[in-house]
Structures are given as C-alpha cells and as structure tokens.
C-alpha cells in the first residue's frame, strides 16, 4: 500500500503583465503530476533548477494551495484538508528546507527552535519538552549542552542538524527533503547525506528526497523521479539508473555527474544545449524536444504520455 500518492497535481501561478500588458502570464510550475511513495521508502526528484521540484514539495505538504488535482496520504484525501485536520497532518509530514540559516529564527534558542512543534501542539509538559530536545540534539548529533545557545553561534551543518531535529520532533512518519545539503560544504554533505540514511533506519521513515544533484539522490533514494519543466519524464528505480535510463534528459543528466576518472564517464557524447524554455508558455509537443539531441518530428508535435517501460519504470518519451 502506498503511503503517499499524488494524482494529476498541478500549480499554476499568475506571472505580473507589467503596465503595457493586458493579460497576465500563467507560470505552469507544475503540470500535471502523478506519482507514488510506499512506506519506508525514499524517492528522489531530480531535475534543474526551476523544474517545478521544490514547488511539488511544498503542495505535499500543504505548504502551497494545488490548482488541481488530489494528495493522498494513507488512503486519504489530504488535498482540501483545513483547521484541526489539517493540523493532524502536519505530525505525520514535515519538511527540511534548503537553507540553513534562513530557515530558523536567529532570535530564537536552540531549545525554544527545536521545541516549538511540542508547544504547538501541547506535547508533554515543559521538563518533558525540554527532555525531548536534548534527546533529539543528541540524536542529530549535537551536544546536548548546546540547548541555549543561538543558531548563529553554530556552522551551517550544524544548522541544518537542527532543522532535521526540528523535523523529528513529532515523530513524522514522512519527511519532504527540499534540497538539504545543496549550501553546504562537499564533506558536510556526506556526513548529513550519512545522517538521513541513519535516521530513517532508526525511525522508520519515508522520504522524498529533492535536489539538482543526481549523485546525491543516487546515494540516498531507492527510486528516482526526474522532473523537467513541471512535468515527470521518468522514473525508475536507483539500482537501474546507470544501465536503464531511457529519456535523453536522464541521460544528459548522468553525462554531467563528475567521476574521478573521466574514461569512466556515462556517455560522454550526450549533450543538451540552450537553456530551458519559459514555463510560462512551454513548447508543443515533448517540452524538452528544442533542446534533445535525438528530437524528432513527433516529438515536435504530440504531448508523449508517461507509459510503463519495465517494472516500477516509467517514462515520457516518444521513443521509448
């Protein structure tokens, strides 16, 4: 049974005409979007900067307002959720966002970070609150004795420890990962990368994983979605990324991944040119087709469909 569900999710925003311009521009961040997550696992979303995947993380967890379709989460309806209910969802999904330092409250301690969700939600009295953040200090792999210090007295791995403590805190059964070790320093990245995977061990977590870096979410996710434009071209399980892939954009993707020994490279000669088009009106036919390398006519012309290729592999490609 899927822990999470997503059918024909769209957001569209309304882009500012300016003072010459009548009509507005829709900016179609995400454009009709079906996937699944089973419990336990993680799934990657890849794909450039501006694909539309930080923007499905947030509608996920009803940090944005879908303009169409439905969330499901254990079987449940979650798209319209408002007041109490919605407030019970937010101890089952939470988020940890990009940036470190934007993201908590410089005024703010540690403690009071930290345990701000166990207030919210009345978790236990104050000792008892107080015992749950050195818990999760500790868990994350702070000092305990740290509580009362403030987020600007810490590196920025250590900032992002404290958001995923604060992720922990009410005990989520799913976490939305928006890009948690992009700002990061490379060898801070592994230890937080190393962190993730030990927690969701530990507490028995679901994921999605979201980030630019293929390398990353190879390292973490068990499949992986790849988003180009707002819309998902593919998906395929991790142990089949290499050998498997199918669209030329997940190919292009896996050509740019650094290796030590350049002979070792995948596909050298796959090559993408130009930038990605306006979301505001994207191209006819498959929307990466001005920019593939083995376009053709139909591929100009026709929307191709998200189609089963093998199992648990799915792409949207005319020539697959």
Do not use: W
């Not at 539309?52 to 993380?57: E, I």
């Not at 030990?198 to 630019?212: D, G, T």
């Not at 180009?228 to 399980?237: F, H, R, S």
């Not at 050998?243 to 050298?268: I, K, M």
Request: hydrophobic share 35%; aromatic share 6%; charged share 25%.
């Amino acid at each position: 049974m899927s822990l999470l569900e997503v059918r024909g999710l769209i957001k569209h925003y309304q882009a500012g005409g300016g003072f010459f311009r009548a009509t507005r521009e829709r900016v179609r961040a995400v454009d009709g979007v079906s996937l699944s997550l089973d419990r336990g696992e993680t799934l990657g979303l890849v794909g450039e900067s501006g694909c539309g995947k930080s923007t499905l993380g947030k509608l996920i967890v009803r940090l944005e307002e879908p303009t169409a379709g439905k969330i499901f989460y254990n079987d449940r309806e979650i798209t319209s959720l408002s007041g109490e209910n919605l407030r019970e969802l937010r101890c089952k999904i939470q988020i940890i966002f990009q940036d470190p330092y934007s993201s908590l409250n410089p005024r703010q301690t540690v403690g009071s970070i930290i345990g701000e969700p166990l207030a919210n939600f009345k978790v236990g009295a104050k000792e008892a609150q107080r015992q749950r953040v050195s818990e999760l200090l500790e868990t994350v792999g702070l000092d305990p004795e740290h509580i009362s210090r403030y987020p600007h007295e810490f590196s920025g791995g250590q900032l992002q420890r404290i958001n995923i403590a604060r992720a922990l805190a009410l005990r989520p059964e799913l976490i939305v990962c928006d890009e948690p070790v992009s700002s990061l320093d490379v060898s801070i990245r592994v230890q937080i990368l190393n962190l993730l995977r030990e927690l969701k061990r530990r507490f028995e977590l679901s994921y999605i994983f979201i980030s630019h870096d293929l390398a990353a979410v190879s390292y973490l996710a068990d499949r992986i979605a790849v988003m180009y434009l707002g819309k998902i071209v593919e998906v395929l399980p991790t142990g089949d990324l290499v050998s498997g892939a199918c669209h030329p954009y997940t190919r292009v993707l896996l050509a740019a991944v650094p290796v030590a020994d350049p002979r070792q490279r995948y596909n050298r000669r796959v090559t993408v040119q130009g930038e990605p088009p306006n979301p505001a009106s994207p191209p006819p036919g498959c929307r990466f087709h001005p920019r593939c390398p083995e376009a053709r006519q139909a591929c100009r012309e026709k929307e191709p469909v998200l189609k089963e290729v093998g199992e648990r592999h799915l792409v949207r490609c005319h020539l697959s």
